[in-house]
């Protein structure tokens, strides 16, 4: 288990302060859209606010995940991960539940307008989770609670989601965790997530 020494706020006010970021973007991207969509104001709150956060504050994207890290144990990973979740999204997806959430967005957007904002949606919020946050708890609290905390996080802000995925998020976000840890990019979990969640809105609204 790895360990880290103790600091106080005030030693590293900067990472205090990425934190508080963190916590007021996902309530503001919870109460309304901003930008006029959701793929949208997850770009802007999930990537594009946190890396001029790092800038300023001269902290490297790329340790935060923002590079392709072991890209061998990645790919690994990323099929792997595929091919286990296929079935499961496959039976879990024809629940009504499911069907009733996600297949507006097959209908509003087709094949490959899913696909692109599902793409959009998810590229900010897994270099969030499984970069920005999942560095910075590890660098405060070591890789095991971080790997936790951050899946936590990103099961709360999955609760207008149908209950057995958001459920099923505190397993799925520490599996994504691990990954990003193990392969030090967010770039995989990003990968596997996508197939995710473009299969299971594909699943869903087939008759």
């Known amino acids: 288990m790895q360990t880290t020494q103790r600091v106080s706020l005030r030693e590293d006010w900067k990472s205090a302060a990425l934190l508080v970021y963190a ?8 109460y309304k859209d901003y ?11 999930y990537l594009v606010i946190p890396l001029l956060l790092l800038w300023v504050f001269r902290r490297s994207p790329a340790h935060y995940g923002f590079r392709l890290g072991n890209w061998k144990l990645g790919l690994l990973l990323t099929v792997g991960g595929c091919l286990l979740m296929a079935p499961i999204i496959w039976f879990i997806a024809q629940r009504p539940d499911f069907q009733r959430y996600y297949t507006r967005f097959w209908s509003d957007h087709g094949f490959w307008g ?12 897994e270099f969030f989770f ?14 095991d609670w971080a790997i ?10 999955h609760l207008t989601k149908p209950q057995i995925e958001t459920l099923s998020c505190i397993v799925g976000g520490s599996a994504f965790g691990w990954i990003g ?13 996508l197939f995710v969640a473009f299969f299971t809105i594909w699943a869903a609204q087939l008759p």
């Open 23 to 30: 916590t007021l973007a996902i309530v503001l991207d919870f």
């Open 35 to 45: 930008l006029g969509s959701k793929e949208k104001d997850s770009l802007l709150f």
């Open 114 to 125: 899913t696909l692109w904002f599902t793409a959009q949606d998810l590229i900010g919020w």
């Open 130 to 143: 499984r970069g920005l946050l999942l560095i910075l708890l590890a660098d405060l609290m070591g890789s």
């Open 148 to 157: 936790l905390f951050q899946a936590i996080i990103f099961t709360l802000a």
């Open 181 to 193: 840890w193990k392969t030090r990019s967010f770039c995989y979990p990003f990968l596997i997530h």
